[in-house]
């Protein structure tokens, strides 16, 4: 029960009337994370068939990488009681909408929306809600799309609908949400607004970069009168 890299496990955390909770929510919470990993292989086999598609129809792909990943019990545990939820499957299934998430590394800003568009038409997908951190960027200069998504795993004798949080961003956005996480949790950062203004500062020049090489991709297809073929 103990998280990768932790000496705390979520057990150690719980109070005895959380204990018992969990010990008799013990099979439906490993059925459930189930359900959820079996939601993050559909997502991705989405994404990976657009890929697929558009390598063959249009001869580049949109998608650099896909990578996806599950809450661990302990982060799992640690939301339901800042939340003041209790300790149940339930209480993760009407309340956590990021158990499962799924990030797409594209090449352009225009991918984002374009697949992002691509996914929410297909009959078998739910958008639950979205949230868009490019046309409007977090306060810190943060730029990703996020979808959570609801989509149907087919089991032997029903058919459950799970909720999937699902993050589009450049490599351009992603290169800076990696190193700007590395700065922001070092200790002891003496002057956090200097480096905050500079974090802001490098997230506007890469997303007017990620502008600019698009601009170069489109004028290359014009010369190459591929210009409608996206």
Not at 27 to 51: H, S
Not at 83 to 95: C, F, H, M, S
Not at 144 to 172: C, G, K
């Amino acid at each position: 029960m103990k998280e990768y890299g932790s000496s705390i496990t979520f057990w150690d955390k719980m109070n005895t009337e959380e204990r018992e909770m969990f010990i008799d929510n013990t099979n439906e919470f490993r059925n459930l994370m189930m359900l959820y990993t079996c939601a993050l292989k559909e997502i991705t086999t989405k994404f990976e068939v657009l890929d697929e598609e558009f390598s063959v129809r249009f001869n580049r792909n949109p998608v650099e990488e896909i990578k996806s990943r599950l809450k661990s019990p302990n982060s799992i545990f640690d939301k339901l009681k800042r939340k003041g939820l209790p300790i149940t499957v339930q209480a993760v299934r009407d309340n956590l909408f990021d158990v499962a998430g799924v990030r797409i590394i594209c090449s352009f800003p225009e991918d984002i929306y374009n697949l992002a568009d691509m996914l929410t038409r297909q009959d078998d997908i739910k958008l639950i809600r979205t949230k868009d951190y490019i046309a409007n960027p977090k306060e810190n200069g943060y730029r990703s799309l996020h979808l959570i998504v609801q989509v149907p795993i087919f089991l032997s004798d029903r058919t459950e609908y799970m909720n999937v949080e699902v993050q589009l961003r450049t490599i351009a956005m992603d290169f800076w949400a990696s190193i700007e996480h590395k700065v922001r949790y070092k200790k002891d950062i003496k002057n956090t607004e200097i480096v905050s203004s500079g974090l802001k500062e490098c997230a506007d020049i890469i997303s007017n970069l990620d502008i600019y090489m698009q601009n170069i991709h489109h004028y290359i297809d014009e010369e190459n009168g591929e210009g409608n073929k996206d």
